[in-house]
């Protein structure tokens, strides 16, 4: 396989792109100037190395982010070990609402509708014919968080924040199977966004506004 081929085949991996727009954008790189691509090429080749998976969220984050000021006297929460990302570690948010949702790429969307809660990224969604759940995503890192945070009293509410697609529904309603004795043993409330989400759309794509809605309506 030539170059061209071999990149190409490598964009087509990303999320949401087909072969013509792979080349295209390999097209885009050999007409810019090399240091556009010996840049591009740098920042991806240390990406691993500057970036963390929080320990209590899972998503990921810059290490060079700085810390939001914390009160005089007190530091930021590292309970749980030290890749804790700025908004678990920021006392300031509201540990009392848990956000679950499948991507990082959520999170920004979910911040500019004003919600100041805390997160959990699942990492997908489960597939309607998927005969183990627990592979598809973080399903036990998610109940073992839950129990933490609601037998420390600091959990009233935990938002199922999932994309309105028939996946996204799927697993909705398994994991609120799997959530509701936790909730029934340690009085906390289970919650869905929403209707202000049009079925079939995914929560990334999403307007601050209509997220916004989503959590005002949620049930």
């Known amino acids: 396989m030539n170059p061209l081929d071999r990149l190409t085949s490598l964009f087509e991996k990303f999320p949401g792109i087909g ?4 080349r295209r954008f390999v097209q885009f790189l050999l007409i810019e100037q090399p240091g ?30 700085k810390e939001t000021p914390t009160p005089k006297g007190r530091g930021p929460d590292r ?13 300031h948010r509201d540990k009392a609402t848990l956000f679950v949702l499948e991507k990082d790429a959520d999170i920004d969307n979910v911040e500019r509708s004003g919600y100041r809660g805390l997160y959990f990224v699942l990492g997908g969604t ?25 037998s420390a009293l ?35 409330k289970i919650s869905s966004l929403g209707r202000g989400l049009s079925t079939g759309s995914e929560l990334e794509y999403a307007d601050p506004d209509t997220i916004a809605n989503a959590l005002s309506s949620r049930s």
């Open 36 to 65: 556009f691509r010996t840049d591009l090429a740098e920042h991806i080749r240390h990406l691993g190395a500057q970036t963390s998976q929080c320990n209590r969220c899972w998503r990921w984050y810059s290490n060079e982010a």
């Open 126 to 150: 489960i597939a309607l014919a998927a005969e183990e759940p627990e592979k598809y995503i973080r399903m036990r890192e998610l109940l073992r968080r839950i129990e933490q945070d609601a």
């Open 154 to 188: 600091q959990l009233s509410e935990v938002i199922l924040g999932l994309s309105a697609t028939s996946e996204g529904d799927h697993t909705r309603k398994l994991l609120q199977e799997k959530i509701l004795p936790i909730a029934e043993g340690l009085n906390f």
């Open 19 to 22: 072969p013509r727009q792979a």
């Open 79 to 91: 309970s749980v070990g030290e890749n804790i990302c700025s908004i678990c570690s920021n006392l």
